[in-house]
């Protein structure tokens, strides 16, 4: 089982470059997020989705936008990237909107803006 | 608005001792889930544990428990005879009602286990 894929795992990236993060997931499940990590401050939500075509932002979503046209994949874009977007990126799903359900991580993606 | 706050920035203590990692958290959610994340020196989060907020007994498993208090807001995880395979980042998170029903994290906890 693939579970959680996030494709890359490394990049690099010039000031003012554009990129999209893949997040692709084989579970079925309804609910998508982008979340980025940052030493000390854990992980934060950047925007999320409930359903296909559906998007929706979170906590952090400035310089970022998103897309959801299939249920399996969540599109993580940069339009314009800053260094303070070096972080990592995790995606998670999970299969609905239960209190108690669990979500599942991709690997992460680690980004470095120069 | 729901906050984890997790004090312990880093915590080192020598193989084979106990360690307790703690966990506070605010919500003003009534139905609310607690999860403990680790993260390993290769990056992924894995899965310890949920409790939901109507269960407040003690968890063990294995070398690994968890003591959840209403009363106190807390949900502190401890380590029995820590090895060095469980040095890791330690993340509590918390899930209440809200549309996106996304987790909510604290900081996390960098525990290395010296031999």
């Known amino acids: 089982n693939a579970g959680v894929t996030q494709t890359p795992k490394f990049r690099v990236l010039k000031t003012g470059q554009s990129m999209t993060l893949l997040c692709a997931q084989d579970?079925?499940?309804?609910?998508m997020y982008w979340y980025r990590q940052d030493p000390g401050m854990g992980l934060r939500l950047i925007h999320y989705?409930?359903?296909?075509?559906?998007?929706a932002k979170g906590e952090v979503p400035d310089g970022y936008n998103v897309s959801r046209l299939k249920k399996q994949n969540f599109l993580l874009g940069l339009e314009s990237a800053a260094p303070s977007q070096t972080s990592v990126y995790f995606c998670?799903?999970?299969?609905?909107?239960?209190?108690?359900?669990?979500?599942?991580f991709g690997q992460g993606t680690r980004l470095t803006v120069v | 608005a729901q906050k984890v706050t997790q004090a312990q920035t880093e915590i080192s203590v020598v193989e084979k001792e106990d360690v307790t990692l703690d966990c506070v958290y605010e919500?003003?959610?009534?139905?609310?889930?607690l999860f403990w994340y680790k993260q390993p020196p290769s990056g992924e989060l894995v899965f310890l544990i949920r409790?939901?907020?109507?269960?407040?007994q003690n968890e063990i498993s294995g070398r690994y428990s968890w003591n959840f208090q209403k009363s106190t807001s807390s949900f502190n995880f401890t380590i029995t005879a820590s090895q060095v395979v469980d040095s890791a980042v330690y993340f509590c998170?918390?899930?209440?009602?809200?549309?996106?029903?996304?987790?909510?994290f604290g900081s996390g906890t960098q525990l290395t286990v010296l031999p």
């Open positions: 989705s409930v359903g296909e075509g559906t998007t």
């Open positions: 998670a799903s999970q299969i609905g909107g239960g209190v108690n359900t669990e979500a599942f």
């Open positions: 998170a918390l899930r209440g009602g809200s549309s996106a029903r996304q987790l909510t």
């Open positions: 409790r939901n907020s109507f269960d407040e």
């Open positions: 579970m079925n499940h309804e609910y």
């Open positions: 919500t003003r959610d009534t139905t609310y889930y």
